[in-house]
């Protein structure tokens, strides 16, 4: 595993930050994202998939009341592809039973999806290798979120109650706050030593106007806001002939 | 402590002020008095919430003023999280669909 990766430093791979808007989706966009980022590192292919046709073409009905990862990887296999986000563009709300994938070619596929062991040193090493995985975390800090690397507890942030999906895309270690560490050491004589704080990269779906340009940062190690209860990530595979992989994450 | 006994009285002007600023950066208007009086009163919360995150954040966050400030947490849940009913979040098994082949 290497000390960092940030696979939005490569050209190409990670899409523009999305916004949901008044639509219940971050698991449509989330998994766009990863086939998205997937279809980039193995094909050099930029694509924008379709998060419309992720909803519309829903078997859970309307799409914009929720769903899961899953429910859009499933979605992908039985359409047989995704279409372009150009062609069949977001428009935030859910017609269900009006599915419109069909009319328009595919520009993105997979071959199936896996859920990954909830190790966070298995995580790493797989989004450090193979590209961008999905995550489903407690949504709850994020209300209030404004920037830098949160460092829940199982108390503020509960690891078991995961209600949001988004994509993890990097890792990597920042500085500790000085000042916050000797605020909440007032009895100590010395200083603590600075020490660095290992911290995911995640991007959500709420544009690119929030948090840190769309993206967050949480604790890594700590099972932050239940991180590793759902790692799931679609599978795109390239034919036997061309298996040599071209791109590594940019650390 | 030492400002006890002085005028109280531009304390909630500063969180009306705070509050109207929020409405001008997220464009938010109420449809009538009492609605915007609920959502000022769960501004203020949401502002000491996001002062007490602060204080216990052991990482380098910064909580505050946010475009979700005038929600409830149950109502930011709903909007923002993926659940399908109200109350109800993701708590399937974990081995579903995990590499145990042949099941399920």
């Known amino acids: 595993v290497p000390p960092t990766c940030d696979w939005r430093k490569a050209a190409g791979i990670i899409s523009p930050v999305k916004d949901q808007k008044n639509c219940n989706c971050c698991w449509a966009i989330t998994a766009a994202g990863n086939i998205e980022s997937l279809w980039g590192i193995t094909f050099q292919k930029s694509v924008e998939v379709s998060v419309q046709q992720l909803l519309d073409c829903n078997r859970c009905g309307d799409g914009c009341k929720g769903g899961y990862i899953w429910d859009a990887f499933i979605t992908v296999l039985n359409d047989s592809g995704l279409a372009s986000e150009k062609d069949y563009p977001f428009r935030a709300t859910s017609r269900t039973h009006n599915c419109q994938a069909k009319k328009y070619k595919k520009v993105a596929w997979i071959q199936d999806f896996i859920m990954l062991p909830d190790c966070e040193q298995g995580i790493a090493r797989y989004l450090a290798t193979e590209g961008p995985i999905t995550v489903t975390i407690n949504v709850k800090l994020l209300q209030h979120y404004q920037k830098g690397v949160i460092k829940a507890t199982p108390t503020n942030c509960d690891p078991q109650h995961v209600d949001h999906s988004v994509l993890l895309v990097g890792f990597g270690k920042c500085k500790s706050v000085e000042g916050r560490q000797a605020a909440t050491s007032q009895s100590r004589p010395h200083p603590r030593p600075r020490h660095s704080i290992p911290y995911w990269i995640l991007k959500n779906s709420w544009g690119a106007s929030w948090g840190e340009e769309g993206y967050f940062r949480l604790h890594r190690g700590s099972n932050a806001c239940g991180i590793t209860k759902f790692p799931v990530t679609a599978r795109v595979v390239k034919p036997a002939k061309k298996q040599q992989k071209l791109v590594s994450c940019p650390p | ?104």
Do not use: C, H, M, W
């Open chain 2, 1 to 104: 402590g030492s400002r006890r006994g002085q005028d109280p009285g531009p304390q909630p002007l500063k969180l009306k002020e705070v509050f109207t600023l929020f409405q001008i950066r997220y464009n938010r208007s109420y449809s009538n008095p009492a609605e915007y009086a609920r959502r000022l009163d769960i501004f203020a919360r949401n502002l000491a919430e996001a002062q007490r995150l602060q204080e216990e954040d052991l990482g380098t966050a910064e909580f505050g003023v946010t475009p979700f400030s005038d929600l409830t947490e149950e109502e930011f849940g709903q909007l923002y999280g993926l659940q399908r009913a109200a109350g109800r979040a993701l708590n399937v098994d974990r081995k579903v669909g995990s590499d145990e082949r042949g099941q399920t």
